[in-house]
T-cell receptor, first 115, second 117 residues
Framework: DAGVTQSPTHLIKTRGQQVTLRCSPI?????VSWYQQVLGQGPQFIFQ???????GRGNFPDRFSARQFPNYSSELNVNALLLGDSALYLC??????????????FGEGSWLTVV | AQTVTQSQPEMSVQEAETVTLSCTYD???????LFWYKQPPSRQMILVIR??????QNATENRFSVNFQKAAKSFSLKISDSQLGDAAMYFC??????????????FGKGTKLSVKP
């Protein structure tokens, strides 16, 4: 079975532009979360989606948005890019939220560089 | 709010020796999971081991084991018979099982482990 897949793997954007990152969860997984990992730090939670609804949001500005599609894949959008948005964006999936979906699997991430 | 602290930015171990990575956390919840993830240079997060807070017995996965001290809110990872492939960043992570933040992982800042041949 395929793991969590993310695209693109690397991209370079200019300040002020917009970016869309994509994620396909493991087959059968209904929960998708997004994390931002700045170089030298641990990942920080951005969003969680479960059954196509936003179920959690981290401390990120409104420039960050996401959605989950009927097939449970997800997109993360970032508008008005800043230099500080340069990071590895990780997508993670699990069967469900909470106890019953206790194993969270990560994709390989999308490297975003803002210049 | 929950927090996770890893006080060792870097650790080094000789091949075939044992090393322990430290992690402390803070929470007022009683139902949660703790995890150790490994992140090699490829950057993909790989689950190493997990521990449910309600279980007294420490989790073990082959050469990896944890020392879970719930009262002290401590969750250390022991790697036995260290191998060159163990070299990576190791992240300790916490997750609530209930409530609005259930399912979200809270990570520490990581410990970079080097393995010397």
């Amino acid at each position: 079975d395929a793991g969590v897949t993310q695209s693109p793997t690397h991209l370079i954007k200019t300040r002020g532009q917009q970016v869309t990152l994509r994620c396909s969860p493991i087959s059968g997984h209904k929960s998708v979360s997004w994390y931002q990992q700045v170089l030298g730090q641990g990942p920080q939670f951005i969003f969680q989606y479960y059954e196509k609804e936003e179920r959690g949001r981290g401390n990120f500005p409104d420039r960050f948005s996401a959605r989950q599609f009927p097939n449970y894949s997800s997109e993360l959008n970032v508008n008005a890019l800043l230099l500080g948005d340069s990071a590895l964006y990780l997508c993670a999936s699990s069967l469900y939220r909470g106890r019953s979906g206790n194993t969270i699997y990560f994709g390989e991430g999308s490297w975003l560089t803002v210049v | 709010a929950q927090t996770v602290t890893q006080s060792q930015p870097e650790m080094s171990v000789q091949e075939a020796e044992t090393v322990t990575l430290s992690c402390t956390y803070d929470t007022s919840e009683s139902d949660y999971y703790l995890f150790w993830y490994k992140q090699p240079p490829s950057r993909q997060m790989i689950l190493v081991i997990r521990q449910e807070a309600y279980k007294q017995q420490n989790a073990t996965e082959n050469r990896f084991s944890v020392n879970f001290q719930k009262a002290a809110k401590s969750f250390s990872l022991k790697i036995s018979d260290s191998q060159l492939g163990d070299a990576a960043m190791y992240f300790c992570a916490y997750r609530n099982n209930y409530g609005g933040s259930q399912g979200n992982l809270i990570f520490g800042k990581g410990t970079k482990l080097s393995v010397k041949p």
